[in-house]
């Protein structure tokens, strides 16, 4: 072993899956090392089952291949499945009470392919119900260290949702509990959680991946896809995640497997982007904007070339989504009744009653709404005027993309309206959630490949992700696109606080500087605030960090009084390097003041030097903190 195991969890699937090659480190010493941070990280709610024996296991499988010469191309690497994939070593619930404790008697065709790869499974991750959800508050299943169902909780704001229904793989990935996961896309869910997120995710071309053993939602939409820090990543484990399986999935398509990281590096020089005037519209925040169109213009740097198009029936994807999806969920879902597996009611008079009892008290609110939606467009009198009228609309949006990639390659713009909301905010609205989708669903219902790349950060500092989408079978020119993309740019290098793994004050540090970043032009006086309370959290994060389970260091604000009771801290006192490194950014901030957040926005006051000089501290500050993290200061 030669590789401290404090950082494994730092490093990408490329990296991890060289290093085990090399035998830098083992494959159980990786599994054993992201156990621990999934249990140290229960908080969050990433995981609803874990199998030390089953993952250590593989592990020592792993290094037995490594060892012998017969490694994959994944082996050895840790990776966490979304609850909709069954497996036969860890219990299959799809997130819903109606699936309590099962176990399947195989696994799905995924999680083989990825075990072939060399692919160590270190648990199942939290999803919404069947995958209905577009926050990951619809689980109906107590997430690992809890006693009843919670909300998979954000990272980079854990009072925030992580999207949905994906949310618990973006999590893991995001807060470094797991290198990769599996995630799957109906309408958005591995996309809207990897942009709320911070990720990488990308859904394939439909058929592209075996749907044997993934939990079905809507048999015409679902898809399986990677979900990881990089397009890299994603290239990686996409390539052994798909290919034909036309003997157990009837939707599976006869295209062979791809090596998804053959042209990665290819030039994007004279790629056409296409730019639809419908995804920039009324109801697109400008902080969503602003970061996609930096992201854009990133692209024109690489030569690119952006292209106006028109994709004129994306709103009519939200109702033509919510009547075929539900429609195909009240035909899937029909099979748990309580009879052959699952739950079943304790107290029935006759079959119907326990058919109604079982079903009443298996499915959630979301599940139970979407059944009954689907049963009524499906129904004898409507079937003509809702189902059959929304596969015509159906067919007309996957025309209106046929068009526009007549003018251009690849098509880009927001993932979702808004950054990530608080939990509880869209309260007994399904509508809200089901709006926040308007970006994602046409890609969906077209079957088309799609992908969330990471594209800086927007209001409260939360992630923002910029949406590719691609013709059929174009997965390897979209994730070209995404790494050239990350080549050039470090957003997808960003981590809730740094790190995750220091304390909240290093959280906020980083989250308070990156608003800051985000409302500097436009609102100088709230960014300096925001830098201001950035710096001061840095002093506390270096205050605490050798008493880790102190709760908090100081109620004082940035002051000269913070900045003495830093510079003649207990804990600091066997190291003044620290204390100089950062007095010296002191005078960035004089006359700051907490009172400040009560002016204008625009207030004349803060001019962009002066706030140019509190950007330069606080990075200054933050590059300190980074340092002390890494043990090299």
Request: net charge neutral.
């Amino acid at each position: 072993m030669t590789l401290n195991t404090t950082a494994l969890h730092d490093l990408s699937v490329v990296e991890l899956a060289a290093g085990l090659r090399g035998k830098q480190f083992s494959a159980v010493e990786a599994a054993q090392h992201f156990l621990a941070r999934a249990k140290a990280h229960q908080n969050l709610g990433a995981y609803v089952a874990l199998n030390e024996d089953a993952t250590l296991a593989q592990a020592r499988a792993a290094d037995a291949r490594i060892a012998a010469g017969t490694a994959g191309a994944l082996e050895g690497v840790p990776i966490a499945h979304k609850d909709i994939f069954v497996t036969q070593a860890f219990p299959s619930t799809a997130g819903s009470k109606m699936l309590a404790g099962y176990q399947s008697p195989f696994d799905a065709t995924v999680v083989t392919k990825l075990a072939e790869a060399g692919a160590v499974t270190l648990g199942k991750l939290n999803c919404d119900e069947f995958a209905m959800g577009s926050a990951n508050e619809n689980s109906a299943v107590a997430p690992v260290g809890f006693d009843a169902p919670a909300p998979v909780r954000n990272p980079w704001a854990t009072d925030r949702i992580p999207g949905g229904s994906s949310g618990g793989s973006a999590v893991a990935v995001a807060a470094r509990l797991a290198p990769a996961v599996t995630g799957t896309d109906t309408g958005g869910s591995i996309r809207q959680p990897a942009s709320f997120c911070g990720i990488t995710g990308i859904k394939p071309t439909y058929g592209r991946a075996s749907r044997y053993g993934m939990i079905a939602f809507a048999s015409s939409l679902d898809q399986a896809g990677p979900m990881a820090r990089s397009a890299e990543d994603c290239a990686l484990l996409l390539s052994a995640m798909c290919g034909p399986d036309p003997d157990r999935d009837s939707t599976s398509l006869d295209v062979p497997a791809e090596n998804f990281s053959a042209k990665l590096n290819d030039s994007i020089d004279g790629l056409r982007i296409g730019i639809p005037a419908e995804f920039f519209g009324e109801g697109l925040a400008p902080d969503v904007r602003a970061a996609v169109d930096g992201a854009l213009k990133e692209y024109e740097k690489l030569g690119a070339k952006l292209v106006p198009i028109s994709l004129p029936r994306t709103e009519l994807s939200i109702p033509v989504y919510y009547i075929i999806a539900p429609a195909e969920a009240s035909s899937n879902l029909s099979r748990f009744d309580g009879v052959k597996f699952g739950h079943r009611a304790k107290d029935y008079t006759d079959l119907v009653d326990m058919y109604k009892k079982t079903r009443a008290e298996g499915f959630g609110d979301e599940v139970k709404r979407r059944i009954m939606i689907g049963a009524y467009v499906l129904s004898h009198g409507y079937y003509d005027a809702y189902y059959l009228q929304a596969q015509k609309i159906r067919r007309m949006i996957a025309d209106d993309f046929q068009n526009a990639f007549k003018d251009c390659d690849v098509i880009a713009g927001p993932v979702a309206p808004t950054v990530a909301w608080k939990l509880g905010e869209h309260g007994s609205d399904p509508l809200a959630d089901y709006l926040a989708d308007i970006f994602t669903l046409p890609a969906s219902l077209a079957g088309l490949p799609g992908m969330s790349v990471p594209a800086g950060f927007g209001e409260g500092g939360m992630p923002v992700g910029l949406q590719l989408i691609g013709n059929y079978f174009q997965e390897a020119r979209l994730l070209n696109a995404a790494h050239r993309l990350q080549q050039a740019t470090d957003w997808h290098l960003k981590t809730p606080g740094g790190g995750f793994d220091m304390n909240d004050y290093a959280d906020s540090a980083e989250r308070h500087f990156l608003s800051a970043d985000a409302m500097r032009t436009a609102q100088p006086a709230t960014a300096s605030h925001c830098y201001g309370i950035a710096a001061e959290c840095v002093l506390k994060a270096l205050m605490s960090n050798l008493q880790p389970q102190v709760n908090r260091v100081s109620g004082k604000h940035l002051s000269d009084k913070l900045w003495a009771e830093f510079a003649n801290h207990q804990t600091l006192q066997t190291h003044p390097s620290r204390v100089a490194g950062a007095i010296k950014y002191q005078s960035g901030f004089n006359g700051w003041d907490i009172g400040q957040r009560y002016l204008s926005r625009t207030n004349a006051e803060f001019a962009e030097a002066k706030v140019a000089a509190q950007h330069q501290s606080a990075r200054g500050l933050l590059g300190l903190l980074q340092l002390v993290r890494r043990g090299l200061a």
